[in-house]
T-cell receptor, first 111, second 111 residues
């Protein structure tokens, strides 16, 4: 079945440093979504990418969908303590209704 | 709108007991799903439903049953609880290819 892996699993950064998490799928995705989960909370939708090579920005966050639509990345510029949490990618293949979540990257920001 | 409501928030069960985790959404979404979240494993799909009367298995369905008699409700039944089912459970709903909305989660401990 479809597998979605994320690296790294954990990342500690100093406040102000940049952060990137990578998402890799075993199959071609029709779209990819990114979610953020604060400690003790539930996943909250950030963005969806659909087109090959698509890049979207939300303030300090930059999301990219790979040309082959099998990988994606989330880059945060100048991290802040409010960025703390676990970031998940989630992908859907073809006509299947199932959405597969990645393993997540837990970000800790040291003030 | 309340969004996705899960009950209970916390539950302790003894091995062998059965229980039902409740999930309700008021957004008229067709698609509902149940995930479990364990450290380092991301969100794993247990069961999902594409509409009332239609359910299917996800990655980790063993030990769980679901039904979807109405659009709003998607309960998850643990048939005979085992310590391996200690986890955080999330219910989510979405419409088509749009974002998923998650409930607050149920933290289940099986002793």
């Amino acid at each position: 079945g479809q597998q979605v892996m994320q690296i790294p699993q954990y990342q500690h950064v100093q406040e102000g440093e940049d952060f990137t998490t990578y998402c890799n799928s075993s199959t071609t995705l029709s779209n990819i979504q990114w979610y953020k989960q604060r400690p003790g909370g539930h996943p909250v939708f950030l963005i969806q990418l659909v087109k090959s090579g698509e890049v979207k920005k939300q303030k300090r966050l930059t999301f990219q969908f790979g040309e082959a639509k099998k990988n994606s990345s989330l880059h945060i510029t100048a991290t802040q303590t409010t960025d703390v949490g676990t970031y998940f990618c989630a992908g859907k293949s073809g006509g299947y209704q199932k959405v597969t979540f990645g393993t997540g990257t837990k970000l800790q920001v040291i003030p | 709108n309340a969004g996705v409501t899960q009950t209970p928030k916390f539950q302790v069960l003894k091995t062998g007991q059965s229980m039902t985790l409740q999930c309700a959404q008021d957004m008229n979404h067709e698609y509902m799903s149940w995930y479990r979240q364990d450290p380092g494993m991301g969100l794993r799909l247990i069961h999902y439903s594409v509409g009332a009367g239609i359910t299917d298995q996800g990655e980790v369905p063993n030990g769980y049953n679901v039904s979807r008699s109405t659009t709003e409700d998607f309960p998850l039944r643990l048939l005979s609880a085992a310590p391996s089912q200690t986890s955080v459970y999330f219910c989510a709903s979405r419409q088509g290819r749009t974002e998923a909305f998650f409930g607050q989660g149920t933290r289940l401990t099986v002793v």
